[in-house]
Structure formats: C-alpha cells, structure tokens
C-alpha cells in the first residue's frame, strides 16, 4: 500500500537552530513528493516538491529538502529557524492512482 | 486567480441537521479532491473527481457523506445528518494533473453539537 509517514509529531527547536523534518515513503516506484505547512488556522501552502532530476529541491521560505531513494526519505531542512516557523508540516506523496497521500504532519515549536 | 473557495469558512449545527460544504476549483484545473482533517487521523482524503466524475470515494466515512460535482467550477460535500463526530476541517483542494501541485483552499471548519 502507498503510505508517507512522519516520525516526529512534535519537534522543538530554538530559534537561529538548524531544522531536519523526516519523511519517509513506501510506494512500489518512486512517487512525486511535496512538503506543505499549514499555520494555526490556515489552509495548506506548498513549500516544495520533487518530480524528478535533481535531488535536492529548494522552496518557499529559504527550506529545502533532500531526496534519498536508498532511505525512501524526502526530509525538509532549513539551516536557520525562525520564530514564524512555527506551524504543523506535512509530507505528501503522489503515486498511482492519482491520489495524494499525506503524512500525519510534525508539530514544530519554536523556542526564543 | 483567485484560488480555491470553500465555504462556509465557519459552521456550526446541531446533530441530526443536513450540513453542505461548497467548493469551487481553481478555473482549469481538472483534479479536485475532499480532504477532512481531524486531531485523531490527521489528513484524510474522502473523494476525488476527475473532469467532474468522482474516481475513487472510498475514504468516505459512511454514506451519511455524499459529494457532487455538476459543473467544473462548483462541488459540495454533504452530510446528512450530521453527528459530533463529523466535527473536522474541511479542505478542498484542485489540481492539473500534468502539474502535479495540489492547491488547497483555506478549509471550512465544521462543529456539529
């Protein structure tokens, strides 16, 4: 069965400090991936995604991620965290069938 | 473009009322998806359409859950009647296919008491 799981449900990081999301996939062939955030009330914006080539993607909001078949891993990073990164994030597959698969999201808190 | 529009933004209702949820796609764009997110399960996909035809309804809870798609600019999701536990974020989401990228409205958020 085609399913993106996110370890982490909550992270906190200190502000200024590095930030690694884990993502990890399991479809029969290496399906589209996408990260999305969602802050406290809002809807889903799309931060990046990978389609194929080359296998580190920038997005939105100075974020990256990384992609690993080896690892059947896509995890976002972002070297220097600020405080308005605070949000739920979401990991996301597009395999066969169409259908969009999400993650159950990572919690990230922000300390000052 | 004005993106995706769901409303109502905010319901509230009483169990055992018909509650309707209303979407329109991105102009265009061919893929449009019901998602329902909630503490406990998180994201949820319920249904997609493709050109107005739903594909796949299988994570449609119950068949209190309907949806429709009778144009290619308008779609609803209804419950009917509605319980406490149907009380979740609504998100409609559309798409092109050869594009891949998936764009969500801001959520209708449903509190049935």
């Known amino acids: 069965a085609q399913s993106v799981t996110q370890p982490d449900i909550h992270i906190t990081v200190s502000e200024g400090a590095s930030l690694e999301l884990r993502c990890n996939y399991s479809y029969g062939a290496t399906p589209y991936l996408f990260w999305y955030v969602q802050s406290p009330g809002q809807g889903l914006q799309l931060l990046l995604k990978?389609?194929?080539?080359?296998?580190l993607v920038q997005g939105i909001k100075g974020f990256e991620a990384e992609f690993k078949r080896s690892q059947s891993s896509f995890n976002l990073r972002k070297p220097s965290v600020h405080w308005s990164d605070a949000a739920e994030y979401f990991c996301?597959?597009?395999?066969?069938?169409?259908?969009?698969?999400f993650g159950t999201g990572t919690q990230l808190k922000v300390e000052l | 473009d004005a993106g995706v529009i769901q409303s109502p933004r905010h319901e509230v209702t009483e169990m055992g009322q018909e509650v309707t949820l209303r979407c329109k796609p991105i102009?265009?764009?061919?893929?449009l998806f019901w998602y329902r997110q909630t503490m406990m399960r998180g994201l949820e996909l319920l249904i997609y359409f493709n050109n107005n035809v739903p594909i796949d309804d299988s994570g449609m809870p119950e068949d209190r859950f309907s949806a429709k798609m009778p144009n290619a600019s308008f779609s609803t999701l209804k419950i009917q009647p509605s319980e406490p536990r149907d009380s979740a974020v609504y998100f409609c989401a559309s798409r092109i296919r050869d594009r891949g990228k998936a764009f969500f409205g801001q959520g209708t958020r449903l509190t049935v008491v």
């Open positions: 102009s265009g764009h061919d893929y």
């Open positions: 990978y389609f194929s080539g080359d296998t």
């Open positions: 996301a597959g597009l395999g066969g069938g169409n259908k969009l698969t």
